[in-house]
């Protein structure tokens, strides 16, 4: 009885002891996830800033996202990392920034060196003042620190073969890209040519060599002044407007065309014109229900095609399966696919009415942009209110880029035509009309050339955004 007694107390000890333990181990996890959140919540900030669009820093972009604590990069990271408990009380959230590769750890992401344009990297340590301790207290321990550290970083695979020591360029794969393929044309840019046959003497949006911006900057109110992030342009399909397949209106696609035989523009400038890609021949997953042709392509557009494999740098001839313009299908008003996909995407009342109408707004006034919320979105309509800002958004879109002087740059006049994808663009859509043109906004530029000058990697980032946003771990 006597050894069963001392066996007891022994026994209740550790059974004590490890309720503290396990205390710890889960208050450590919580910790984890805190960090982890908020590292991602900054990173994202970074990247649908569009201050990778500027990685010379020459419009200050990056003192308004991440240049001091109090900005929002840092104010996200900070926010969500206190909203987590951990262990019943919110945590110190510490967060700093770098450009990889070596470079030191600042709070101030100004003081950053000039790779912090292409792959800036977040770093949140999230600490939890000493946690009350249950039965270890008898040996005079009051509590333990509990403490996470996260990394995540926003990858503009624009020049990004300055990276690192390798030289080789770094591709992108977003998912849910959008069907439009534009042509590697800036009809913003103060360098273009576009228009009455200017071919290739148009600005460029990515650099085939490189991969890099060829208009870095950011530029306000919709015009181009500094820089290519915040364009304003229409996008308007390169199809005649009847029929179901596609008649091409200029071949290959311009911007600002003057059509000189009818001594007009085709489009009012500046406008850019698309070509519709290949839908799956299954419907994609996550279709939106208010699509309602039947059409993939409208399908495509509404919901989210999570079949086609869209990625940078990769020759058309090498992608598997290829990125494929298409002319069976016509996105304008020869099928109303384009207007009826996109009103049910962004929640756009009607084309033909007065706009903004019920979709999404944003204001260009000043940068960083705001994305305010619409009467007719879903986070109004769970109690928001309207012209609230906003983070996220419908309108938020993908487009691949092609190069459009692989020979003479133009498409086969019927059927379909391989093509090789040198960048994307991230653009918010103001509104569609009921011609299929979209009137869009730039809020990223990713490119990484076509190996033309720098070796492309065969490993693509995969990601939700052409500048995609991961964990590094470990950190």
């Known amino acids: 009885m006597i050894l069963v007694a001392l066996a007891m107390i022994a026994i209740i000890a550790m059974a004590a002891l490890s309720i503290d333990v396990i205390t710890l181990y889960l208050a450590r996890e919580e910790a984890q996830r805190s960090a982890d959140q908020a590292a991602l919540a ?47 009380l919110a945590a110190t959230v510490t967060v700093t920034y770098s450009a990889g590769t070596g470079s030191p ?23 939890r003042p000493p946690l009350p301790t249950f039965f270890s207290r008898i040996w005079g321990n009051p509590g333990n620190t509990v403490s996470a550290t996260a990394v995540a970083e926003a990858l503009n695979s624009s020049n990004s073969g300055s990276v690192g020591t390798s030289g080789t360029l770094i591709p992108t794969q977003p998912t849910c890209v959008k069907p439009w393929i ?40 919709g015009t181009n002044a500094t820089g290519v992030i915040g364009e304003r342009f229409w996008l308007a399909p390169d199809c005649v407007h009847t029929g179901r397949s596609c008649t091409l209106r200029v071949n290959p696609p311009d911007g600002n065309y003057y059509a000189a035989s009818r001594r007009t523009w ?43 494999v869209y990625q940078c740098g990769v020759q058309s001839s090498a992608a598997s399966p290829p990125v494929v313009v298409d002319l069976a ?32 707004t944003m204001n260009l006034s000043a940068y960083p942009f705001q994305i305010l919320s619409g009467t007719g979105g879903p986070l109004t309509g769970s109690g928001l209110a309207s012209g609230s800002v906003i983070t996220s958004s419908n309108s938020i879109v993908s487009l691949p880029i092609y190069d459009d002087t692989q020979g003479t740059g133009t498409v ?34 990713s490119g990484c050339g076509n190996g033309t000058g720098t070796s492309v990697s065969p490993g693509a980032v995969a990601g939700s955004s052409p500048v995609p946003v991961r964990l590094i771990t470990p950190p």
Request: some cysteine; proline content about 8%.
């Open 42 to 88: 900054a990173a994202r900030v970074i990247s649908l800033s569009g201050m990778t669009g500027d990685p010379s820093n020459s419009a200050l972009s990056w003192q308004a996202v991440c240049g001091a604590p109090n900005y929002l990069a840092s104010q996200a990271a900070t926010s969500v990392g206190q909203q987590n408990a951990v262990g019943g």
């Open 105 to 127: 750890w600042v709070s101030d992401c100004s003081a950053a060196p000039a790779t912090f344009g292409v792959n800036p990297m977040v770093k949140v340590v999230l600490q």
């Open 182 to 221: 534009v042509p590697n044309r800036d009809p913003l840019s103060p360098n273009d040519t576009c228009g009455q046959g200017g071919g290739a003497g148009c600005a460029k949006f990515v650099s085939l060599a490189d991969g890099s911006i060829t208009n870095k900057g950011i530029s306000l109110n």
């Open 266 to 308: 085709l489009e009012p400038p500046p406008s850019l014109e698309y070509l519709p890609g290949q839908a799956p021949t299954k419907n994609p997953v996550a279709v939106s229900t208010c699509a309602s042709s039947g059409s993939v392509y409208e399908a495509a557009v509404g919901g989210c095609d999570q079949s086609t």
């Open 329 to 360: 299908e016509n996105p304008g008003a020869g099928t109303n696919d384009t207007m009826n996909g996109v009103t049910c995407m962004i929640h756009e009342g009607s084309p033909v009415d007065t706009q903004p109408d019920g979709q999404d």
């Open 412 to 445: 086969n006049p019927t059927g379909t035509t391989n093509v090789t994808v040198v960048g994307f663009l991230q653009v918010f859509i103001n509104s569609v009309d009921q011609w299929g043109n979209l009137d869009v906004t730039i809020l990223n530029v």
